[in-house]
């Protein structure tokens, strides 16, 4: 999957992010940019995505393990 990162600074509320830990576990979390980043369930990951004003995206890919898919998005 090829990603061109964006040249201008986007400015966000939160960054929503679903990443494999070592075991290949999906963990969902949701960053507020300098104060906190809070483990959250599955479903309000999901909640988040379907009803927010995304305004990016970044697919993150593993070196060597295709399989897994992880991904940030910003609203």
Known sequence: MKYI???ILVKFDY???ATA???GRMQYHRVKPGYSKVRISRSEY???FNNSSIIALNPIQ???N????QLEFYV
């Not at 295709?66 to 898919?69: M, N, R, T, W």
């Open 5 to 7: 990162p964006s040249p």
């Open 15 to 17: 960054l929503y992010s």
């Open 21 to 23: 830990n070592k075991s």
């Open 46 to 48: 999901i909640l988040a």
């Open 62 to 64: 593993i070196k060597g």
């Open 66 to 69: 295709e399989s897994v898919f």
